[in-house]
Each structure stands twice: as structure tokens, then as C-alpha cells.
């Protein structure tokens, strides 16, 4: 048995080298929260967690730690199941009767969410490493490239829209074959003419797929989607605003001939669940990193290949790709950014990791994960 001993939290934050915007929010700094898991007999994983706020999270992160110190580390499910029962409640659950916490603040489930994410990536990271096997092959996949597309395009002060389709086009240089816009921070119109000269730029035989984040109410959004059918769209990833459900995005999907893509932002795979089961989407990209973590990825993965959805994780392909590897029939591929002025961490954080070439991403052999952290790197940029 390999039982925890230790869970530690190191905040890691890198500015970027121009302010961006998506259609949401700024960007002004790659961040992420790396946690360490130790065992009591020496083996030590690595999670990731992209979320905010990082300190809030990282209290989460601490305070589960001493809940499962002493559980058998290969444990994930038992583990999950514990450390998710304490988001409802529960019998003899209140003022901490049962010796654990009371149910944790509704205001916080993001938070604890994201806390819950790391903690479990970094056990599949021991798993793998307790078996001496990628966890890919744990689960049963092979090794084979990857296929992955870069995401670009995000906005920027004084940029012209031949700025953008110079951007994308530099991927299809660098050898993506499929690459993603950021879109939906203008109107209709204006972000139709930004589309086209992308599609200009990459030429007919690139899939383009645009990156919305929930800017739009339906009506703007069949608007939208009927603008840039000409352009030749892949997906529509988050084309609706936050608060619209799976019979909205049904609607959506009933107007227009481009898929849809969506379940990077949301915590669990029940809610994931309704979007698959509605037949509104056509690729699932829920993000372990930002909730949940690698466990439940693994559930949704399941349901969307029963579902006939494809699985196209968003972002940390280091982790992901191992996911789309262990289900080569129902998965697109994943995402990556093109270059180190908006992923400084892809970049900087890693001695050893998964290597992207002319588009696809290459696992190595190494067990778990076969991610090694440069811990140099972590002290330079700690947040």
C-alpha cells in the first residue's frame, strides 16, 4: 500500500508580454497551482489546477489534505467520493458531528471544485507511477500521436485583423493542421469580417474553429452562426451566455449546420451529462484541471462515447492527451496554445513532458504522467 503522507500547494504565475482579452475577461499572466502528493513510501505526483482565486483554492487544496492523509493513495474513487460528499449534505454532517466538516459554502463549489482536481491528477500521477506505466496505457491506450490544434487570436490593443489571420496562419506553418479563433468580443458583423480573413489567410483545407466564451443570447448567436457559415466553421465552442442550458444550446444547434462545442466551465459531469444527453453538442471539453480532475474526465469521456460525442479536452494536453489516447474511437484530439507568448507555462514550467510536433502531441513511456516539474522555474515565479 502506498498511503498519503503529504499534500502540498505551489502557486505559480508568469506575466505575460502584452495584455489579452478573450471575449470575457483580460489576460495578463499565465497562472497555475501545481500539487504535490506524497506517500509513505516515497512516491510523489504531480496535479495541476487552473482556477481562481489561487489562494482560496490553495486553503481548499490544504484542508482536504488533512482529510485523506492515511488513505491508500491509489484509491482515487473512494477518495473523490469522500472529498465530493462534503459539497452536500449529509447525515450527522452538520457543525462537523461526524468529525468532518460541515458542508462546504455553496459560494465556493469553483474553489473546491478546482481543490478537488489537483488532488485527484496528482493521484492517477502516483497510480501510474505505482504500476510503472503511462496512465494512458493504464488505460489501456496505446502510444500514438495525438492530434492537436492551437488555439490564437486572443484580442489585443492596436490589432488589426490581418494581425490575427498573420497569427493563425503562422500555426499552419508551424504544421497545425486545425487551429481556433478567439471571437465574439465584437459585433456580429465586424467579428464575421475578422473570420473571413482568417479563413483567408489558413486556406480551404484547415479546420477553423471559433472560441466564443458565452458572449452572445440565442437570437445574436443563429445571427452570428449564419454570418460565418461561409467561412467554413469546425465548432462553435461556448457560443451562449453562461446562464443558458442545454435546451438553448438544442436550439442553436437546430439553426445552424456548425457543431457545437462546450464543457470547459462547467464543475461535474452531471451538468456535462445534459448537454451530451440533449444531442446539442457534438464535442465535449470538460477540463479536469479547472474541476473535478482526472477521474471524472474519465466519466464524462465514457458517456460522450456512448453518446456519439467526441472528446476534445480543453487545454493541459501533458494530462489530456493521455485521456484521448485511452479512447482512440471517440476522441478529436486537444488543444495547445502555438507559442510561448500566451502559454509561458507549457513552455517554462517542464524539464520532462509531452512534446507537440507538426501538430500532434507525443507521450513518452514514463509512468504516470511523464511530467517532471522544474522546480527552479516554480521558485522564480511563485505566486
Same mark, same amino acid.
Given at each position: 500500500? @502506498?498511503?498519503?503522507?503529504e499534500v502540498r500547494t505551489h502557486a505559480v504565475s508568469v506575466p505575460l508580454a502584452r495584455p489579452l482579452w478573450t471575449a470575457h475577461e483580460p489576460l495578463d499572466s499565465a497562472s497555475a497551482i501545481l500539487v504535490e502528493v506524497k506517500t509513505d513510501d516515497g512516491l510523489a505526483g504531480c496535479g495541476q489546477i487552473h482556477g481562481a482565486p489561487m489562494k482560496a483554492i490553495c486553503e481548499w487544496v490544504d484542508r482536504f489534505g488533512r482529510i485523506i492523509e492515511g488513505m491508500e493513495a491509489t484509491a482515487t474513487v473512494d477518495i473523490w467520493e469522500k472529498l465530493f460528499a462534503l459539497t452536500s449534505p449529509r447525515p450527522g454532517g452538520y457543525a462537523g458531528r461526524d468529525g468532518l466538516p460541515p458542508p462546504l459554502p455553496r459560494g465556493q463549489r469553483a474553489q473546491v471544485m478546482a481543490a478537488i482536481a489537483g488532488i485527484d491528477i496528482?493521484?492517477?500521477?502516483?497510480?501510474?507511477?505505482?504500476?510503472?506505466? $503511462?496512465?494512458?496505457?493504464l488505460l489501456g491506450g496505446s502510444a500514438q500521436p495525438i492530434f @492537436?490544434?492551437?488555439?490564437?487570436g486572443y484580442y489585443h490593443e492596436g490589432a @488589426? #485583423? =490581418?494581425?490575427?489571420?498573420? =497569427?493563425l496562419a503562422g500555426f499552419v506553418g508551424r504544421g497545425y493542421r486545425a487551429v481556433k479563433l478567439k471571437t465574439g468580443a465584437e459585433g456580429v458583423a465586424d467579428e464575421a469580417q475578422r473570420v473571413h480573413a482568417v479563413r483567408q489567410a489558413i486556406g480551404e483545407n484547415i479546420s477553423l474553429m471559433l472560441?466564443?466564451?458565452?458572449?452572445?443570447?440565442?437570437?445574436?448567436?443563429?445571427?452570428f452562426a449564419r454570418a460565418v457559415e461561409p467561412s467554413n466553421i469546425f465548432w462553435l465552442e461556448e457560443p451562449l451566455h453562461w446562464y443558458l442550458q442545454p435546451s438553448d444550446f438544442l436550439r442553436l444547434a437546430q439553426s445552424t449546420a456548425i457543431p457545437l462545442a462546450h464543457g470547459e466551465r462547467e464543475l461535474t459531469r452531471f451538468t456535462v451529462r445534459d448537454f451530451i444527453a440533449s444531442g446539442a453538442i457534438r464535442y465535449v471539453q470538460f477540463d479536469s484541471t479547472r474541476a473535478a480532475g482526472f477521474t471524472?474526465?474519465?466519466?464524462?469521456?465514457h458517456f460522450a462515447e456512448q453518446h456519439g460525442v467526441r472528446i476534445a479536452p480543453h487545454l493541459a $494536453? =501533458?494530462?489530456?492527451?493521455?485521456? #484521448?489516447?485511452?479512447?482512440?474511437?471517440?476522441?478529436?484530439? #486537444? =488543444?495547445?496554445?502555438g507559442g510561448p507568448e500566451r502559454d509561458p507555462l507549457w513552455f517554462g514550467l517542464f524539464t520532462e513532458r509531452a512534446q507537440v510536433r507538426d501538430g500532434y502531441v507525443h507521450l513518452s513511456d514514463k509512468p504516470g504522467f511523464g511530467v517532471e516539474i522544474d522546480w527552479e522555474f516554480v521558485k522564480r515565479h511563485r505566486a
Open positions: 500500500m @502506498s498511503c498519503i503522507r496528482a493521484l492517477w500521477d502516483i497510480k501510474g507511477k505505482r504500476a510503472g506505466m $503511462p496512465v494512458y496505457q @492537436s490544434y492551437a488555439t490564437g @488589426s #485583423v =490581418e494581425d490575427y489571420a498573420r =497569427e472560441d466564443m466564451n458565452a458572449p452572445y443570447d440565442l437570437d445574436t448567436c443563429v445571427a471524472e474526465a474519465l466519466r464524462v469521456a $494536453p =501533458e494530462i489530456h492527451a493521455h485521456l #484521448v489516447a485511452a479512447f482512440p474511437g471517440a476522441a478529436f484530439g #486537444v =488543444e495547445t496554445h
